[in-house]
């Protein structure tokens, strides 16, 4: 692993988004995840002249893990976008098949567009398992520390390594 300190000039940034499936809507059966509600959702207003780092993620619902992992159908996935573009700024879905509390991500990106935006979207489906009957709702909670970081040195040193496994800390 590699150890990366942003510049005392980064700002962490917390963002929690919150994704809602409702048993028989809009498919009969199960808790469906694919809706309008939970696509491109706001995560951040970004500014061109920052560079972003996602440190960590978490995940988790409003069921217990166990409930969660025994209620997979088809494995609810996070994608993240530029709000100009329509193609995903991360290549891969970021599977949501457990519950995660501080996983390091390590993911840099920036935008050269004014008023561009970061948005999130998760699909996916759980069953209904004798746990969950007579809950009408689950929401599945997101959250990412980032960092934003505008000093040009640091910036360029966090871009050497590549995405690789950093663990990042402000000093």
Same mark, same amino acid.
């Given at each position: 692993m590699?150890?990366?300190?942003i510049?005392?000039?980064?700002l962490?940034?917390?963002?929690?988004?919150?994704?809602?499936?409702t048993? $028989?809507?809009?498919t009969?059966?199960?808790?469906d995840?694919g809706?309008a509600?939970?696509?491109?959702? %706001?995560?951040?207003? &970004? #500014?061109p002249r920052y560079?972003?780092?996602i440190?960590?993620?978490?995940?988790?619902?409003?069921?217990?893990?166990g409930?969660?992992?025994?209620?997979?159908?088809?494995?609810?996935?996070?994608?993240?976008r530029?709000s100009?573009?329509?193609n995903?700024i991360y290549?891969?879905p970021?599977?949501?098949?457990?519950?995660?509390?501080?996983l $390091?991500?390590?993911?840099f990106?920036?935008t050269?567009?004014?008023?561009?935006?970061?948005?999130?979207? %998760?699909?996916g489906i &759980? #069953?209904?398992?004798p746990?969950?009957?007579?809950?009408?709702t689950?929401?599945?909670?997101?959250?990412?520390?980032l960092?934003?970081?505008?000093?040009a040195?640091?910036?360029k040193?966090?871009?050497?390594t590549k995405n690789?496994?950093?663990?990042?800390f402000?000093?």
């Amino acid at each position: 692993m590699i150890i990366q300190r942003i510049s005392k000039t980064g700002l962490p940034v917390e963002t929690t988004n919150i994704f809602t499936g409702t048993f $028989n809507n809009p498919t009969l059966g199960v808790y469906d995840f694919g809706i309008a509600g939970n696509t491109d959702q %706001l995560v951040l207003n &970004l #500014n061109p002249r920052y560079y972003y780092l996602i440190d960590a993620v978490s995940l988790s619902a409003t069921i217990d893990e166990g409930v969660y992992l025994e209620s997979l159908n088809i494995n609810p996935t996070i994608r993240l976008r530029f709000s100009s573009k329509p193609n995903f700024i991360y290549p891969f879905p970021l599977p949501a098949i457990n519950y995660k509390d501080g996983l $390091n991500w390590n993911f840099f990106f920036n935008t050269k567009q004014a008023n561009d935006r970061l948005l999130i979207s %998760l699909d996916g489906i &759980l #069953n209904q398992v004798p746990a969950t009957v007579g809950i009408a709702t689950i929401k599945i909670l997101v959250s990412f520390v980032l960092y934003q970081e505008e000093n040009a040195e640091a910036v360029k040193t966090l871009f050497g390594t590549k995405n690789q496994s950093v663990k990042c800390f402000n000093q």
